[in-house]
């Protein structure tokens, strides 16, 4: 059974609490994703190791009921 935006969501808020995520339903059948996630988490990280970071959060979903997810990371603007 494909995850929802909400779930894939909920586990990335439970790794990275003040994450900004944001989920789109790429074909719209619960099985193709592309998520945003920005985080001060992330801040120092490698791009490689950001997107690591958020595939342990899915904690072993990602190829399974987790078909595919289009994954930007960075770290928040700084305000000038």
């Known amino acids: 059974m494909p995850m929802t935006a909400q779930e894939i ?3 990335i808020r439970t790794a990275l609490p003040d994450a900004s995520i944001s989920i789109e339903d790429l074909a719209g059948d619960g099985d193709h994703y592309a998520c945003t996630v920005v985080s001060e988490a992330f801040r120092g990280l490698s ?3 950001q997107h690591q970071v958020v595939y342990a959060a899915l904690q072993g979903h990602m ?13 928040p603007q700084s305000e000038s």
């Open 47 to 49: 791009r490689v190791r």
């Open 63 to 75: 190829g399974g009921t987790l078909h595919a997810l289009a994954l930007q990371t960075s770290v």
């Open 9 to 11: 969501e909920a586990y």
